[in-house]
């Protein structure tokens, strides 16, 4: 019996996943609703259930895609995979103003580069501070504080050591996480509320699992705008990355 | 038909991507470059586009509005695929960075939403069900 319904499971994997994802949200309405009297957002909390059943596929299988590295959850992996992540995103956009974006066009590009420089500043910092004073050390931890894609990007475009980039991969991905997490916390101090804020936190906040998650916890109606300047960013840092910020970096530090 | 909004979606998908790809190729990075960004303008401009037209009816676009609502349910998804692990065994610069680099892009989103005039609004957004 139970093996017959694994099957099932297994070989549904991505209907598995829509009846798995529709369980965690209205098991997080839910909580959202009972326990926290609608002060915490259900898709918040659906989030930060998505996050810890990844922690516990990554503890159970040693894998590296969470929740998806369980055979009966295969389908996770292609439900929340890039393809049908950036499909939801662009269909998104449907509800954009053209007008709304057009007046918040320059701002966004604007935070899109401090988005790009102020992380990395801040990561290669902290990394010189901790012990790795070689210009390629800093230069590929300030660039995984961009994103984690930028991170190893960089770091295999300038050599760095393999412990090194994983390192960026974990500086990133516990950014993304913060910004997953936190934006619905900081959202009044951030002044999320209006087309023109959701697109300087876009350009700002990196990342664009980090910022679609952080918005689709505050305020659904953000999340095109957010997403439309955030989808540069990976592209704009995996430029500026092994290029100019390299450069300034080795121009600093000397080696 | 409903599967025409969901071509006309599906084509500035590939679309966008396919031109993120050849921006990345011409300024030499090894990545797309707002693909995803891309695809978005384009559906925006070909809505309005078609809209004037009258090219699109109400079907068509609940072709492209379902999509838009399974967003919130895919990035549950998503946050189910992190490698929550890896980051977590990072350590302490990884940590740090990462905390001090949210932290002070948070400050900086702070101050540029209030500075300089906002006069973009929610007021005309089109009513979004609740999740």
């Known amino acids: 019996m139970l093996h017959m319904l694994e099957k099932i499971f297994v070989q549904n994997g991505l209907v ?35 996050l810890v059943l990844a922690w516990l596929g990554g503890v159970f299988t040693g894998g590296q895609k969470g929740l998806a590295d369980l055979p009966l ?22 509800e954009v103003q053209a007008n709304e974006a057009r007046k918040a066009g320059l701002i966004g590009v604007v935070s899109l580069l401090l988005g ?42 300038i050599g760095a050591s393999s412990d090194v980039i994983a390192l960026s991969i974990a500086t990133g991905l516990i950014k993304a ?6 934006t ?6 951030m002044g999320l509320k209006t087309p023109r804020s959701a697109m300087i936190f876009g350009g700002l ?16 109606r953000l999340v095109p705008y957010g997403a439309l300047i955030a989808t540069f960013h990976t592209g704009i840092g995996c430029l500026l990355g092994p290029s100019v910020l390299f450069f300034a970096t080795r121009a600093l530090v000397g080696t | 038909m409903i599967i025409y909004g969901t ?89 740090l960075s990462a905390f001090a680099a949210a932290a002070v892009c948070a400050c900086c989103i702070g101050v540029l939403t ?8 929610f007021v005309n957004a089109p009513q979004l069900e609740e999740i």
């Not at chain 1, 996480?177 to 936190?182: A, K, N, P, Q, T």
């Not at chain 2, 396919?18 to 995803?36: M, Q, R, S």
């Open chain 1, 16 to 50: 598995t996943s829509f009846a798995l994802v529709g369980l965690i949200m209205w098991v997080s309405s839910l909580i959202s609703r009972k326990l926290t009297f609608g002060r915490v957002h259900g898709s918040a909390i659906a989030i930060v259930i998505g």
């Open chain 1, 73 to 94: 959850f295969t389908g996770v992996g292609l439900m929340g995979g890039a393809m049908l992540r950036d499909f939801a995103i662009v269909a998104t956009a449907f």
């Open chain 1, 116 to 157: 790009t420089l102020l992380p990395f500043v801040v990561g290669a910092s902290i990394a010189h501070a901790f012990g790795y004073t070689d210009a390629v050390s800093m230069t590929t931890i300030g660039a995984g504080a961009v994103t984690y894609i930028v991170g190893p990007v960089t770091g295999a475009a």
């Open chain 1, 177 to 182: 996480i913060i910004v997953m997490i936190g």
């Open chain 1, 184 to 189: 619905p916390i900081a959202a009044g101090f």
């Open chain 1, 205 to 220: 906040a990196g990342t664009v699992s980090g910022v679609s998650a952080g918005l689709a916890a505050t305020d659904r």
């Open chain 2, 7 to 95: 071509a006309l979606l599906a084509f500035c998908h590939l679309a966008g991507l396919f031109l993120g790809d050849l921006l990345g190729v011409a300024i030499g990075v090894k990545t797309n470059v707002g693909g995803v960004g891309i695809a978005m303008l384009l559906l925006i401009f070909l809505r309005l586009y078609l809209h004037k037209k009258g090219l699109l009816p109400k079907e068509s676009e609940a072709g492209v509005a379902f999509w838009g609502a399974m967003y919130i349910p895919v990035v549950v998804a998503m946050a189910a695929n992190q490698n929550v692990v890896a980051a977590i065994k990072g350590g302490p610069v990884a940590l």
């Open chain 2, 114 to 121: 209030r500075t300089g005039r906002d006069s973009t609004s």
